[in-house]
T-cell receptor
């Protein structure tokens, strides 16, 4: 039973560039949430997708956008990258908006 | 009011000892309180979770104690082992328009000495 898978595992970008991160939810899950985890901090909620719609959004600028596909996989897009966007980006999945959320191992994004 | 305050920031325990991590919250609408364990280079893994209608939940060596009136909850790790050395996060959530987002604490780095 595959868990939550994320790609790529590491990514290096420069300021001003754009990035797309990908997530496949755990088998049987249809809801995907994205979190940003800065070094030494707890994860912070970015947004959540269910039925291909953004259902809730955290306190992140519009530079952060997402998408969910009919197979429940999801993408996180970040435009105009800033140095402060350097973090571990975590995807979590759950069943029908319910708890608990299961996390992937994340994508480590470094901005130079 | 959306914060979850976690303490201590770091903890060193001898093998076989009890590790205790505490969290406090303000928002009384929170109705689900999970604990996650995170190893370096890995994502958070769900350990145990509780709802406010029970005061304690035990799974193996891990116990959550919940004090609704004090708006506090804690994780107890009994017979701590070196393999338990990791960062632990408490979280809280409440349904908003049918969806749940997790508010995480700042984490506790646990080191268990052999």
């Amino acid at each position: 039973d595959a868990g939550v898978t994320q790609s790529p595992t590491h990514l290096i970008k420069t300021r001003g560039q754009q990035v797309t991160l990908r997530c496949s939810p755990k088998s049987g899950h249809d809801t995907v949430s994205w979190y940003q985890q800065a070094l030494g901090q707890g994860p912070q909620f970015i947004f959540q997708y269910y039925e291909e719609e953004e259902r809730q959004r955290g306190n992140f600028p519009d530079r952060f956008s997402g998408h969910q596909f009919p197979n429940y996989s999801s993408e996180l897009n970040v435009n105009a990258l800033l140095l402060g966007d350097s973090a571990l980006y975590l995807c979590a999945s759950s069943r029908q908006l319910a708890e608990p959320q299961h996390f992937g191992d994340g994508t480590r994004l470094s901005i130079l | 009011q959306q914060q979850v305050k976690q303490s201590p920031q770091s903890l060193i325990v001898q093998k076989g000892g009890i590790s205790i991590i505490n969290c406090a919250y303000e928002n009384t609408a929170f109705d689900y309180f999970p604990w996650y364990q995170q190893f370096p280079g890995k994502g958070p893994a769900l350990l145990i979770a509780i709802r406010p209608d029970v005061s304690e939940k035990k799974e193996g060596r891990f116990t959550i104690s919940f004090n609704k009136s004090a708006k506090q909850f804690s994780l107890h790790i009994m017979d701590s082992q070196p393999g338990d050395s990791a960062t632990y996060f408490c979280a809280a959530s409440t349904p908003t328009s049918g969806t749940y987002k997790y508010i995480f604490g700042t984490g506790t780095r646990l080191k268990v000495l052999a």
